[in-house]
T-cell receptor, first 112, second 112 residues
Framework: GQSLEQPSEVTAVEGAIVQINCTYQ??????LSWYQQHDGGAPTFLSY????GLEETGRFSSFLSRSDSYGYLLLQELQMKDSASYFC?????????????FGKGTKLSVKP | ETGVTQTPRHLVMGMTNKKSLKCEQH?????MYWYKQSAKKPLELMFV???????ENNSVPSRFSPECPNSSHLFLHLHTLQPEDSALYLC???????????FGDGTRLSIL
């Protein structure tokens, strides 16, 4: 079976840096994705890591360690608009024929 | 604008009604998905279509009936729903299964 674990809530202040961790358990591994969802909105794709290391996209970075079955999303220079839920996701069993399995999400609250 | 359009945005129906949710994508993707999102729960994959063929039915009750007439359109036909079916129903598409997904804004469904 597959499972993903991430913290349910994180709080930080504007301008700070926050890291949202995700550990996963899969029978095969085909990449770790991150999605952002604002209240009442659609999930939006943020990043995808297939290989170990850090991927940077502006203020957001995503890291993967396949040997540790672990990844994180790093948000820098936090802004109020970053308040949202963040989901990590992995493809289901079967890899290319599988489909994304999502974590329960981490609700990030950014305070002034 | 994500390229995935869902209608209606909100739907209130009685348990004996029949209604349909519609999803259309303008991204040229080949895979389309239905998800259910309830409060405090992770996104639950319901159905997957790849090149118009259903490849996944995640043990969804038969009162939910999907239809995919072509790669750009996806429907979810609803009949005899239960109060616990009240949720946000999200449609998504991707170039291929397990690739990054683009979500619509969802239909907020309330069953009376």
């Amino acid at each position: 079976g597959q499972s993903l674990e991430q913290p349910s809530e994180v709080t930080a202040v504007e301008g700070a840096i926050v890291q949202i961790n995700c550990t996963y358990q899969t029978s095969g591994f085909y990449g770790l994705s991150w999605y952002q969802q604002h209240d009442g909105g659609a999930p939006t794709f943020l990043s995808y890591n297939a290989l170990d290391g850090l991927e940077e996209t502006g203020r957001f970075s995503s890291f993967l360690s396949r040997s540790d079955s672990y990844g994180y999303l790093l948000l820098q220079e936090l802004q109020m608009k970053d308040s949202a839920s963040y989901f990590c996701a992995v493809p289901g069993d079967g890899g290319s024929q599988g489909n994304l399995i999502f974590g329960k999400g981490t609700k990030l609250s950014v305070k002034p | 604008e994500t390229g995935v359009t869902q209608t209606p945005r909100h739907l209130v129906m009685g348990m004996t009604n029949k209604k349909s949710l519609k999803c259309e994508q303008h991204l040229g993707h080949n895979a389309m998905y239905w998800y259910k999102q309830s409060a405090k729960k992770p996104l639950e994959l319901m159905f997957v279509y790849n090149f118009k063929e259903q490849t996944e039915n995640n043990s969804v009750p038969s009162r939910f009936s999907p239809e995919c007439p072509n790669s750009s359109h996806l429907f979810l036909h609803l009949h005899t729903l239960q109060p616990e079916d009240s949720a946000l129903y999200l449609c998504a598409s991707s170039q291929r299964p397990n690739q990054p997904q683009h979500f619509g804004d969802g239909t907020r469904l309330s069953i009376l």
